[in-house]
């Protein structure tokens, strides 16, 4: 499986600029990445979509090689922002894709605008349930700013990563994501990076956990094909919200990939393309209709959205369940 470095291109859109890889032909991909991440997340997995389809993999705004303004860092702004990229890279209908933070992005995405949204798959995502990882509660709390700031300073940021990095290397579970975390933790060494992801994760994360959920607007996934994919092993977001998610919207296909963290695409790209590739071969994509939308925003969701029992998880190299 290749892992190089695509070529990045650059566009300007509202006074910033915006950073993405546009790679191969056919059916448009467009896939979302996770907090702190940037587009080469899906290096793993790229030139594997590439062969069928055409993969549009940005970085978000406040975000790898993309401009940090001091701006909106909303789950709708970053929707209102795909929207325009796509519009100006002459795009009119994806499938989306988003990775932990970026599924909240997805989802939004495909709410708002559910006439250029074919299908959504959310892999490891946020909006599914409140319980996130303490360490991304604590970017929400006073001084991190500033208690980052030290820790970034480059003899402890150097240590620090390399530390994470070994423990990455150990092949125990609880430290499966650790390498990604200390790409992150780099990251953070800009001043401007720091304040942008705080300002994201203010706006989804509170002390209690988790504030953005699909759970009031499941029932539109009626309307559109929807996958989830998580790693058994994910310490960051629990597996158990590929649970809420089958009993929120009982049509969509759960996998959920054994020996797998928080990065599913990245522990096993080779399977992840599969899955993909297989889902969107299965499902015809969404067609919108504004009367069809319409009723679904009339009926609303009636009664409880979860059903007492799920049975319907599917997991990759395993028995269905």
């Not at 890279?89 to 006439?115: C, R, W």
């Not at 994360?205 to 959920?213: A, E, L, N």
Request: with cysteine; charged share 20%; net charge positive.
């Amino acid at each position: 499986m290749s892992d190089k470095r695509h070529e990045v291109q650059h566009v300007t859109i509202h006074g910033h600029r915006r950073a993405y890889v546009r790679v191969g032909s056919g059916p448009v991909l467009l896939l979302l990445h996770g907090l702190g991440c940037d587009h080469t997340t899906w290096e793993p997995v790229i030139d594997t979509l590439a062969k069928r389809y055409t993969v549009i993999a940005p970085d978000l705004l406040g975000h790898g090689e993309s401009a940090k303004p001091r701006a909106d860092y909303s789950v709708g702004g970053y929707a209102n922002g795909m929207r325009d990229l796509l519009t100006v890279l002459n795009i009119d209908k994806v499938t989306v894709v988003g990775h932990s933070f970026g599924g909240g992005v997805a989802m939004q995405f495909a709410y708002q605008f559910p006439e250029r949204t074919e299908r959504m798959m959310l892999v490891a995502s946020g909006g599914l349930g409140p319980e996130v990882s303490p360490g991304i509660r604590a970017i929400t709390s006073p001084g991190f700013h500033q208690v980052m700031g030290l820790l970034t300073l480059p003899v402890v940021r150097h240590v620090g990563v390399a530390g994470l990095k070994a423990a990455s290397s150990t092949g125990l579970r609880a430290t499966r994501d650790l390498g990604e975390v200390a790409d992150i933790y780099d990251s953070f060494k800009d001043p401007h990076a720091r304040a942008a992801i705080r300002h994201v994760v203010r706006a989804v994360v509170d002390w209690k956990g988790q504030i953005v959920t699909m759970a009031d607007r499941a029932y539109l996934t009626d309307a559109m094909p929807m996958a989830v994919v998580w790693g058994r092993d994910d310490h960051v977001i629990p597996v158990r919200h590929a649970s809420n998610a089958a009993a929120l919207a009982p049509k969509a296909r759960i996998e959920v990939i054994p020996n797998a963290g928080h990065f599913p695409h990245k522990d096993h790209p080779e399977r992840f393309a599969k899955i993909l590739h297989d889902w969107i071969r299965t499902t015809q994509p969404a067609t919108y209709s504004r009367a069809k939308w319409r009723t679904l925003l009339r009926n609303g969701q009636v009664g409880p959205a979860a059903p007492a029992g799920v049975t319907s998880i599917r997991r990759a190299g395993a028995t269905t369940a």
